[in-house]
């Protein structure tokens, strides 16, 4: 079947940096994005990588190795704003069409 | 205007009911999604509609119909609900319904369901 996922729960220290990690099983792989989603909100879009590589986009930044079937979301200069889940998610095949599935989720506590 | 928006906010509803979902944007986007989220999990897909066809129906029960009546409008018609149907249901666009449009997905507040 499809999968990605992704640790449940990260707590990191304002200020700091975190990584979030997302490893696939998936066919048809067609690159991987990354949304966040605050508790009782809609998920915003982050990150899209199409191609191996880092990407770059102020203070995250999200990389992709698809030899490896891994990418994480990486958080620099860490905020209290910054606590919220976040999901890779990756368009894949299913069933002779591709549609977009989202990982497991983790949530980001950020402490002072 | 990079915003989709969703009505309503809440709703409550008993299981005989007939109500419905309602989504708009105007970005321009050709495709618009329905998802639902319960607390604590991933978005679950619904149903994609790409060009004002629907493209994907994920196995949805028929007590929830979608409806597109034109390419900024998005309904989901919901009939004789379940308890365990309670969730948040999303809507979402992107440029289009494939590739890396597709990734990028632009989501709506939601509506938070309570089937009594």
């Known amino acids: 079947g499809q999968s990605l996922e992704q640790p449940s729960e990260v707590t990191a220290v304002e200020g700091a940096i975190v990584q979030i990690n997302c490893t696939y099983q998936?066919?048809?792989?067609?690159?991987l994005s990354w949304y966040q989603q605050h508790d009782g909100g809609a998920p915003t879009f982050l990150s899209y990588n199409a191609l191996d590589g880092l990407e770059e986009t102020g203070r995250f930044s999200s990389f992709l190795s698809r030899s490896d079937s891994y990418g994480y979301l990486l958080l620099q200069e860490l905020q209290m704003k910054d606590s919220a889940s976040y999901f890779c998610a990756s368009e894949v095949d299913s069933g002779g069409y591709q549609k977009v599935t989202f990982g497991t989720g983790t949530k980001l506590q950020v402490i002072p | 205007d990079t915003e989709v928006t969703q009505t309503p906010k809440h709703l409550v509803m008993g299981m005989t009911n007939k109500k419905s979902l309602k989504c708009e944007q105007h970005m321009g986007h050709r495709a618009m999604y329905w998802y639902k989220q319960k607390a604590k999990k991933p978005p679950e897909l619904m149903f994609v509609y790409s060009y004002e066809k629907l493209s994907i129906n994920e196995s949805v029960p028929s007590r929830f119909s979608p409806e597109c009546p034109n390419s900024s409008l998005l309904n989901l018609h919901l009939h004789a609900l379940q308890p365990e149907d309670s969730a948040l249901y999303l809507c979402?666009?992107?440029?289009?319904?494939?590739?890396?449009?597709?990734?990028?997905?632009?989501f709506g507040p939601g509506t938070r369901l309570t089937v009594t």
């Open positions: 979402a666009s992107s440029q289009d319904g494939s590739g890396a449009d597709a990734s990028e997905q632009y």
């Open positions: 998936t066919s048809g792989f067609y690159g």
